[in-house]
């Protein structure tokens, strides 16, 4: 624990209460949830956009304008230092899963974490373990095309010409990751407010609360009357939504609030005989 101040176990030992009591509890996760992983996160004294600036938001209307251009210039800068890009990538090829993606797995494992929604593209939700995982702002990983949506993974996907072309449509092939200004795919965005609709917990691990849609779920969640629990060192624009909100890093907390869930869950089955 950051500050290892007794309302931070406190709020440990109530969010396991909810989280067992719950019958559909969701995570929503972000960038911080990977910064134990050594990726850093975009926001922040350490982030990538307050180092480099934000991308527009018109990031994704440029694109559709130029996407040989956008190619020609990402290919580059995946390959040279100094820029976001470069340290994303450099950070993410060299990140594993920590305790916090694991801890996540292990309530997904015991039924009580019914879905995670991610805003991380780094994979590390998957390499992980985790299995009902909605990816809203994409996977690094994967290749996607914008004419039928078909996506295939980056690593067996060779690149003659930029843009590439979508063998199936001949539509633009771009990454899978979401760029600022572009459209959530809709298969992902539905299931994601069902999710939401349907949640009676929200754990919000590692995020600003600052881009939508996916700043909006903790609170249509909670107006719907799901118990929101918040995970990160500081505050955010979404603590005063939580009903619990503990100040420290997601690699001790999660793991102190799985270790709690699985106390009340067992004691829970030999009450139950
Ligand atoms: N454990 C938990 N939270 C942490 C940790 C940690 N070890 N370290 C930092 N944080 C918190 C920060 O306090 C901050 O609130 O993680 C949050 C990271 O916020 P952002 O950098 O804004 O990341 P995120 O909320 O995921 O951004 C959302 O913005 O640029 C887009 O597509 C990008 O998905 C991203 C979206």
Redesign the pocket.
């Known amino acids: 624990m950051t500050s290892g101040a007794p309302d931070a176990w406190d709020g440990i030992a109530a969010a396991a209460g909810a989280l067992a009591a719950s019958s559909h509890a969701i995570a929503l996760t972000?960038?911080?949830?990977s910064?134990?992983s050594g990726i850093p996160?975009?926001?922040?004294p350490d982030?990538l956009?307050t180092r480099y600036g934000?991308p527009s938001n018109l990031s994704y209307r440029e694109f559709v304008a130029d996407p040989q251009g956008w190619w020609e210039q990402r290919l580059h800068d995946e390959v040279t230092a100094g820029n976001p890009t470069y340290d994303l990538k450099d950070a993410a090829d060299n990140a594993d899963p920590n305790p916090?993606h694991l801890a996540l797995v292990q309530l997904e494992q015991a039924g009580v974490l019914k879905a995670t929604i991610t805003?991380?593209?780094d994979d590390l939700h998957g390499r992980a373990g985790s299995r009902a995982l909605l990816e809203i702002?994409g996977n690094r990983n994967f290749m996607r095309c914008v004419g039928c949506g078909q996506r295939w993974p980056r690593s067996g996907y060779v690149i003659t010409d930029v843009p590439p072309v979508c063998d199936a449509c001949g539509g633009v092939v771009k990454l899978d990751t979401?760029m600022?200004g572009e459209p959530i795919p809709s298969a992902t965005l539905e299931a994601c407010f069902a999710e939401v609709q349907r949640c009676d917990a929200m754990l919000l691990?590692?995020?600003?609360?600052?881009?939508n849609p996916?700043a909006q779920f903790p609170l249509l969640a909670r107006d719907l009357g799901a118990k929101i629990i918040e995970?990160?060192?500081?505050p955010?624009q979404l603590t005063d939504a939580a009903d619990i909100a503990i100040n420290?890093?997601?690699?001790v907390v999660l793991p102190g609030i799985v270790e709690l869930v699985q106390q009340r869950l067992g004691r829970k089955g030999e009450d139950e005989g």
């Open positions: 972000g960038a911080g949830l910064v134990e996160s975009f926001r922040g982030g956009w934000q916090g805003q991380n593209v702002h979401v600022f691990v590692g995020t600003s609360g600052t881009v996916a995970v990160n060192p500081g955010t420290g890093p997601a690699g």
